[in-house]
């Protein structure tokens, strides 16, 4: 007889020997497992450590090697800095350099603007100055070959044209010095042209006198000197101008000192004039100071101890006495004036607090307190 074992569960029915054999099969299939999964899972934490271990390692080795890396590139930015810095410098004294540069092209370019403004100014002028220089030469020209058919026409005209020189220096020296005395020398007397008696501009004392010879020839002669010296001796002038239309070398600039004879153009009448007249003025004025100098001490000794001296200072003494009672008198006024305000203002002050004191009395608190009225109270009742 066989033996068979009903499942509990699903009703079957099996032999004994396969239900023991699959009990133990399943026994030993799970304890196998079991064994399976211990196993299995110290391999995977034996490789999960495994794994750590070598990720941790390759992580600090890349760590190490980034911070390597970082460490270089922070040298190389360190040194790129520095290079930029350095460029940065050259690149501004470059840029200073070729401003400096450029300023001084600049300057030099002005300069060089300015000297040739300067030079073609001074080309112009000159230009200029030649062209009136042939202007002045061809007017010249004309003027001579005109004088010298006016001359040719008519042989009285070189002495008309010195008449008209001397008149024409005549009324410049009578309008500039209506004081002093213009005097004409007449025609066929030796002598020169006008003597000009110079008279000090207050009390009219004669300074000096200045002797005038007027020329006016197309050539000049030295012999104009000799006879001006022997004009100016018999005149007893101080001082002899001959005034020429022509004029020598040495005075080509319109005015010459020769052999102690001024001689000027016509254009310088009055200028040379106004010189020598103040020469003059102040001569005479040093003659009659240094003259007059010791009388001057005896006359102011007399004037001070005479009468007349003694009867001004009383006069002034007189006048500041008047003076002084003068000022007493409105002093003593002014006072009483003073005086009588301060009454009549002590009057209105006691017054006032008169008024001011009943009708505190009647309202008493309600009566409001003025500044500073206590004060003019205590005042007016010491008053």
């Known amino acids: 007889m066989v033996n068979t074992i009903t499942c509990p569960k699903c009703k079957q029915e099996f032999p004994l020997s396969e239900g023991v054999t699959h009990d133990f099969e399943e026994r030993i299939t799970a304890s196998l497992s079991e064994k399976h999964k211990k196993e299995l899972i110290e391999a995977r934490q034996r490789e999960r450590e495994h794994v750590h271990k070598e990720v941790v390692e390759r992580y600090m080795t890349t760590l190490q090697d980034l911070q390597k890396q970082v460490a270089e590139k922070d040298e190389k930015v360190a040194e790129y800095r520095d290079h930029e810095l350095k460029l940065r410098e050259e690149k501004r004294k470059l840029e200073e350099e070729k401003r400096e540069v450029e300023l001084t092209v600049a300057r030099r370019m002005e300069e060089e603007r300015k000297k040739a403004d300067e030079e073609a100014r001074r080309t112009v002028a000159d230009e200029y100055r030649l062209r009136e220089r042939e202007k002045d030469m061809v007017i010249e020209g004309l003027r001579k070959s005109l004088e010298e058919a006016q001359r040719k026409a008519n042989p009285t005209s070189q002495q008309l044209q010195g008449e008209a020189l001397e008149l024409d220096v005549a009324h410049i020296l009578r309008c500039a010095f209506p004081q002093d005395g213009i005097d004409e020398i007449a025609k066929g007397q030796n002598g020169s042209d006008l003597l000009q008696t110079v008279k000090s501009p207050v009390q009219a004392v004669t300074c000096g006198k200045i002797l005038w010879e007027c020329k006016r020839t197309k050539t000049w002669n030295n012999d104009y000197l000799a006879k001006m010296k022997e004009d100016k001796i018999q005149a007893k ?147």
Not at 332 to 355: C, F, H, P
């Open 237 to 383: 002038a101080d001082i002899g101008v001959i005034v020429s239309a022509t004029l020598p070398k040495e005075a080509s600039n319109g005015m010459g000192f020769l052999q102690g004879i001024w001689v000027i153009s016509i254009a310088l009448v009055e200028c040379v004039a106004i010189i020598h007249r103040n020469a003059l003025i102040d001569v005479a004025r040093q003659k009659s100071i240094s003259t007059h100098r010791e009388g001057k001490a005896d006359v102011l000794f007399s004037y001070i101890t005479s009468v007349a001296f003694v009867q001004q200072i009383q006069k002034q003494v007189d006048a500041y006495l008047v003076m002084r009672t003068q000022i007493e008198q409105e002093r003593k006024a002014y006072e009483k004036i003073l005086s009588g305000r301060e009454v009549q203002l002590n009057k209105l002050v006691q017054s006032t607090a008169k008024i001011y004191g009943t009708m505190q009395g009647i309202l008493a608190e309600s009566m409001p307190q003025i500044k500073g009225f206590d004060v003019l109270e205590i005042e007016s009742g010491n008053a």
